[in-house]
């Protein structure tokens, strides 16, 4: 225990000298940033392609909950509808590059842009909404939109959706380079690029305001707060970060089509937040890892068990579901929230286990 | 936006032939009043008599049937709340109405908001700019937390606070956003003594520095503090005047009371 309090106390003094992130936001999360590159692309090189695509599949996830963090966290509005704007943002990206040959970064750049403005319209509908009727407006969204691929086949695709070649890796990388790391990597940008900027956003005003505006509408516009274009705001940040999400899901999966953005997606997306822990960039990050792994942790168990096929075939749903209510049960905050309280419990502990050795220590030298 | 700061000696705020319908309920009829700068005017009368109501449309949170709420001479009718803060006009609600989420620190520097200077894209970009915002909204919360003794509080969620404080940290931020109009709606309900003659000497400081309305039960209070009474019954202003003439009219001891004469 001893040691472990040291490292601690060495943790501690490290973080408030070496280690102290600047204060000015934007270096602040640049720092961040940079460091969780580092991270990512570590882990990238030593896991195997298969890993790489998980990876890259959890950065599309995290940034898609990053909106969501946004919308349903911080400013209390609940969407059922985010797997349509990945979907906006994914035909977006697939007829950007495959029709109109634009390349890579100014295509994610632009759906970007394309998906925060159709959320803003949304917004502005869904400022006029409150709670079930919210949801439903945006459940309606998730349901309808991916069905207009099948209206206009000339131009989405129908029911096969739409491809696109996969991105090449520089040459300076090497031919045997893989492709899923390559994919892994743009994904990470992606995503980093999501979290600097919502990260930002948070720091500062809009966070407050975010949070004000969930709690109390009211008082919120008594101090001064315009609640309509602050939830307005919210969905249009909500929407930009889905619609980059579905630019890198075309990224990882070379395609969009009707069946990738089904209501099941959207549903996905808001278990993941919630488990993860609403309302922290923290808990985007549990919550995509928990989306990539928890149904394929799922199938590998009912795949485990030799069950009759059509037990097996549903188990993944059924532990997938038992996983997610007693993750409510256990850590109603989330994962994050669970990992801030036991932080917080071990710290105490050791303090109290470093104090009461000093005091024994104290004693002896008597 | 309008001036602030101006020599505004008469009329800071007018109401003028105000009814609120709320279907066949009359809430406010033709209610006119006004109130100068730098004075405290109470408004009393029973329950459901229209002083939350009257706050309402002042704060434009329910529209009149008829009439207007002048400030400083221009009209408020298609001015948005949340626009009404910057003017210069700031309310507590009757509960504490605090976003509980946010620490006491956070929920005075949401007061603060509307004296922000840098925009969105500032805040996106995590800009110095923005930085500079927040150190400086910071600061003016904290002062203003310091000013009420909150300074020990400010990093707590207020739901952990006893109601007496959280009730002044509601205060704090209205005030932190330099109001020339105050609108206390019931501020010593739930308070002790002890508390009460806190508030007390705290609106005796404002006065004179800012325009005061006053909604409360508490008689005394009112007495002591206000420089007129408004006195409302089923919607209609029934007396105005000095708190020491109101306390002997006729028709608010029958409002009160139910009787035509004082008891002795």
């Known amino acids: 225990m001893t040691a472990v309090a040291h490292l601690i ?97 100014p295509t994610l750049v632009a759906v970007t842009v394309i998906t925060a403005t159709a959320g803003g319209v949304l917004g502005a509908g869904a400022a006029r909404l409150r709670g079930p009727y919210l949801a439903g407006a945006t459940l309606a969204l998730a349901v309808g939109l991916p069905a207009l691929a099948d209206g206009y086949p000339g131009t989405f695709g129908g029911d096969n959706g739409l ?46 305001v975010f949070r004000a505006v969930r709690d109390h509408e009211v008082s919120a516009q008594l101090v001064g707060i315009p609640v309509a274009r602050t939830q307005v705001l919210a969905f249009t940040l909500s929407a930009a970060c889905a619609g980059l999400a579905g ?9 969009a089509a009707p069946g990738a953005f089904q209501l099941s997606l959207s549903l996905s997306l808001l278990t993941g937040v919630v488990l993860g822990g609403l309302g922290t960039l923290g808990g985007a990050v549990w919550g995509a890892l928990a989306l990539v792994f928890l149904p394929a942790w799922a199938t590998n168990l009912s795949h485990a068990i030799s069950l009759p096929t059509n037990v097996s075939s549903n188990l993944p749903l059924a532990l997938y579901g038992i996983a997610l209510a007693g993750g409510m049960l256990l850590a109603p905050r989330g994962i994050q929230g669970a990992l801030g309280r036991a932080g917080q419990w071990l710290g105490v502990r050791l303090r109290k286990s470093t104090s009461n050795e000093e005091g024994s220590d104290e004693q002896d030298h008597k | 936006m309008l001036p602030r700061g101006e020599d505004v000696a008469r009329g800071a705020l ?6 609120v319908h709320f279907g066949g309920l009359v809430a406010l009829s033709e209610v006119s009043l006004d ?30 049937r008829e009439g207007d709420v002048l400030w400083r001479g221009h009209s408020l009718r298609r001015t948005p709340t949340h626009r009404r803060a910057s003017l210069g006009i700031a309310r507590t609600l009757q509960g504490v109405g605090l ?14 908001d509307h004296r922000r200077r840098s925009g969105l894209l500032s805040g996106l970009l995590g800009l110095p700019r923005a930085d500079r915002d927040e150190s400086e909204l910071r600061a003016i919360a ?10 020990e509080v400010a990093q707590r969620l207020p739901d952990s606070l006893p109601y007496a404080l959280q009730k002044r940290v509601a205060l704090a931020r209205a005030l932190v956003c330099e109001p020339q109009l105050l ?11 002890g508390d009460i003659a806190r508030l007390r000497e705290l609106i005796s400081e404002l006065k004179g520095s800012m325009a005061v309305m006053l909604v409360e039960h508490r008689i005394d209070v009112v007495t002591e503090l206000c420089d007129r009474v408004a006195v409302l019954d089923f919607g209609r202003l029934i007396a105005s005047g000095p708190p020491e003439a109101i306390k002997s009219d006729p028709k608010v001891l029958e409002a009160y009371l139910g009787a035509e004469q004082p008891y002795a």
């Open chain 1, 9 to 105: 106390a060495r943790l501690e003094a490290a973080r408030a000298g070496w280690l102290r992130l600047p204060r000015q936001t934007l270096a602040r999360h640049l720092v961040l940033a940079v460091g969780f590159g580092l991270a990512f692309y570590v882990l990238s090189v030593y896991i195997s392609p298969y890993r790489d695509s998980q990876l890259a599949t959890a950065a599309y996830y995290f940034t898609a909950l990053v909106g969501l963090t946004v919308l349903t966290g911080l400013n209390g509005q609940l969407s059922i509808g985010h797997g349509a704007l990945m979907a906006i943002g994914a035909y977006a990206t697939v007829l950007l590059i495959g029709r109109a040959h634009f390349a890579l970064v």
């Open chain 1, 163 to 208: 491809t696109v070649a996969p991105p090449t890796p520089p040459a300076s990388l090497g031919l045997s380079f893989p492709l899923t790391r390559w994919e892994a990597w743009i994904a990470g940008v992606g995503a980093l690029v999501a979290f600097v900027v919502v990260a930002n956003l948070l720091r500062g005003r809009a966070g407050r």
């Open chain 1, 247 to 255: 630019g890198l899901y075309v990224v990882v999966n070379q395609l």
């Open chain 2, 14 to 19: 007018r109401v003028s032939g105000l009814s």
């Open chain 2, 35 to 64: 109130i100068s700068a730098g004075e405290v005017l109470g408004v009393i009368g029973p329950n459901g008599a229209g002083k939350t109501t009257l706050f309402n449309v002042i704060c434009g949170f329910v529209a009149p």
């Open chain 2, 99 to 112: 976003f509980p989420a946010l620490s006491v620190l956070e929920n005075v520097m949401a007061g603060a």
């Open chain 2, 142 to 151: 904290s002062t203003m937390l310091e000013r009420l003794d909150l300074a």
């Open chain 2, 183 to 193: 609108m206390l709606d019931e501020p010593a309900a739930g308070l002790d003594s």
